[in-house]
Nanobody, 116 residues
């Protein structure tokens, strides 16, 4: 069974940085495109943040994070990363990784809180 475990969240001031990690197990990691998604509190829907192809050669970003966030992966470590710079209070959410498109069960996510 595929497992996805997110880590690296925390509390940071606006303008700060965090790096999230997502460790995958249970399959050949490098075959699959991966994505980061986030869900803010207050009944908001989960939204796409960034994605990366299996080889890591192509990336896509939501307009709201373009130029501030960078997705990357290390297939030897079965891990995908999300480097988040210039964080804003609007980036506050629980961040999840999944296949892209997301077809796996969601993990516990990583809480990111950006204070103003």
């Amino acid at each position: 069974q595929v497992q996805l475990v997110e880590s690296g969240g925390g509390l940071v001031q606006a303008g700060g940085s965090l790096r999230l990690s997502c460790a995958a197990s249970g399959r050949t990691f490098g075959y699959y495109a991966m994505g980061w998604f986030r869900q803010a509190s207050g009944g908001k829907e989960r939204e796409f943040v960034a994605s990366i192809t299996g080889s890591g050669g192509v990336t896509y970003y939501a307009d709201s994070v373009k130029g501030r966030f960078t997705i990357s992966r290390d297939n030897a470590k079965n891990t995908v990363y999300l480097q988040m710079n210039s964080l804003k209070p609007d980036d506050t959410a629980v961040y999840y990784c999944n296949d892209n498109p997301p077809i796996r069960d969601w993990g516990q996510g990583a809480q990111v809180t950006v204070s103003s």
